[in-house]
């Protein structure tokens, strides 16, 4: 076996279910893309979207002499059935688990190769364009919902990245139209944040409404959050791709059953205390309380409107 295939079944052993290989060259269409979609506001309030541009088209600035991007992807459980939090909030916060694993494989990588090797873990935090070095890599195709779309595994997955300075042939881009004449998506969206296919407004989001908006919302924004205290799954529960995922899940993702429960109504008594207790090492702790409180009282108020 290859250099390359043993790192790829070393990752796929570690849990991933999708491991891909590029060159770490400039991502010209996807910086344009991202360009485009700053230049309209749809990114909001998330100010540091703006920030770290170079980097984003040229990852030897996170990593000097770099030469390949690896990509994974790390599926995540359904809840057992849907409820206010995203499924991805339920379960141990996701930078922590596929870093580790991704800097388990580097170290994997270093036992096996024949010479040194520098590399870096990304995962949600550095400005690195996921989505668009998953789809170079070969290991998935954007769908009408912006999300990646893994052949097999739809798009309930983690991204995470591993950046080397070791030269390794890249996989060619998947030709596939992932979603045909669907629009599961689109039709399931409440607020008209994928008005149009394949672009996300996130200020019409309810993932960015009750995750990344820092300030109070005003009336439309409680009303448009419908329901959810953290995040929201409607385009990924709607989509077929996501119906039958075949790989066994990542046996530390199991859904935390208090969050599972938690209700608006508990979350408006909880204690700073009791909020850490309840939410430790949930990507939904770096929320924080007050927040969390903000997004209770629109899920009320909204209950008492109807
Ligand atoms: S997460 Fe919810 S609000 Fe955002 S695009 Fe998907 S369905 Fe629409
Ligand atoms: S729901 Fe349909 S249109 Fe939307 S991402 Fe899935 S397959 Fe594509």
Redesign the pocket.
Known sequence: MTLKETVRRKALDLGFCAAGFAAAGPLFGALEEYRQMLAEGRHGEMGYLETGLDARNDPSMLLPGVKTVLSVALPWPAPAKPGAISGYALIPDYHRVVGDLLRELLDFIRSISSQPVNGRVCVDSSPVLEKAWAEAAGIGCA???T?L?VPGH??RIFLGELLLDLDLEPDAPLDSN???D?????D?CPTGALAT?GRLDARRCISYLTIELKREFTDEEASATDGWLYGCDR?ID?????ASPKVALYPGFEPIEELEKLTAAEILELTGSQFRKLFAGTPALRLGLRRLKRNARAVLEKEQRQ
């Open positions: 769908g009408k919902n999300l779309i739809g798009s992932p979603c045909g669907c629009s599961a998506c689109l399931a296919p385009c709607a989509c077929p791709r996501n």
